[in-house]
Nanobody, 125 residues
Framework: QVQLVESGGGSVQAGGSLRLSCAAS?????????MGWFRQAPGKEREGVAA????????YYADSVTGRFTISRDNAKNTLYLQMNSLKPEDTAIYFC?????????????????WGQGTQVTVSS
């Protein structure tokens, strides 16, 4: 089993920054093919925000966050990060960390096997 625990959410004004963290633990947690961040706003479907191919470090971003968000991973700490800059009110959502062993497009939630509990991000105008 794998456990994913997010932290770092909160409230910020538009233009501000937040950094989310996701601590992974459990057997085989270090062997996931992809790790990603997803978000879900009220009344909307969950969407992929950013993902990283763990073996090479190749990153993937949704168009809406490209240039503003950066995904990274500290292998020694087995922790995933999402640095969010120039935040906008439309970034308000619950943000989830996820891990996948499967292949597929890394911003699609269907390939992910494990999910964290989510952390709230609220951006005010």
């Amino acid at each position: 089993q794998v456990q994913l625990v997010e932290s770092g959410g909160g409230s910020v004004q538009a233009g501000g920054s937040l950094r989310l963290s996701c601590a992974a633990s459990g057997r085989y947690s270090r062997s996931m093919r992809y790790m990603g961040w997803f978000r879900q706003a009220p009344g909307k479907e969950r969407e992929g925000v950013a993902a990283i191919y763990t073996s090479t470090g190749i990153t993937y971003y949704a168009d809406s966050v490209t240039g503003r968000f950066t995904i990274s991973r500290d292998n020694a700490k087995n922790t995933l990060y999402l640095q969010m800059n120039s935040l906008k009110p439309e970034d308000t959502a619950i943000y989830f960390c996820a891990g996948a062993y499967s292949t597929g497009y890394p911003l699609e939630d269907r390939i992910y096997d494990y999910w964290g509990q989510g952390t709230q991000v609220t951006v005010s105008s």
